[in-house]
């Protein structure tokens, strides 16, 4: 997924070039709605298709019970922003956003 200027005007209000954890959550809470069209409070593997894959969602999954709540959504952007943050500076860069787990990043809040 690129990062283009309207992607980055959406995730990036504050208009500093860079995506922090509260800005990704605020996109995550928003596609998190935007994916739930049934309003169950959940997302299945229909819902998330093409976003993550059967893997992704058993290991977001910790009940098991073969959706994402709210929580657990949240939680797993989380994860991704910290994975995709390796220098622990808080922020995400053009570059970060880039890598791998920036990208699966952008799958989810984006």
């Known amino acids: 997924m690129a990062v ?10 504050d208009a500093d070039g860079t995506v922090d954890l ?3 959550q605020a996109a995550g809470a928003a596609t998190f709605k935007k994916l739930n069209p049934d309003d169950d409070g959940t997302l299945d593997a229909k819902e ?5 894959d059967e893997a992704g969602l058993k290991a977001a999954d910790p009940d098991n019970d073969g959706t994402l709540d709210e929580k657990e959504y949240s939680a797993l952007i989380e994860k991704l922003f910290n994975e995709a943050n390796p220098d622990n500076d808080g922020t995400l860069d053009e570059k970060e956003l880039k890598s791998p787990a920036g990208q699966k990043l ?3 809040i984006s």
Do not use: Q, Y
Not at 4 to 13: E, T, Y
């Open 22 to 24: 509260k800005e990704a």
């Open 48 to 52: 998330l298709s093409g976003r993550l």
């Open 106 to 108: 952008l799958l989810l």
């Open 4 to 13: 283009d200027a309207a992607l980055m005007k959406v995730l990036d209000p």
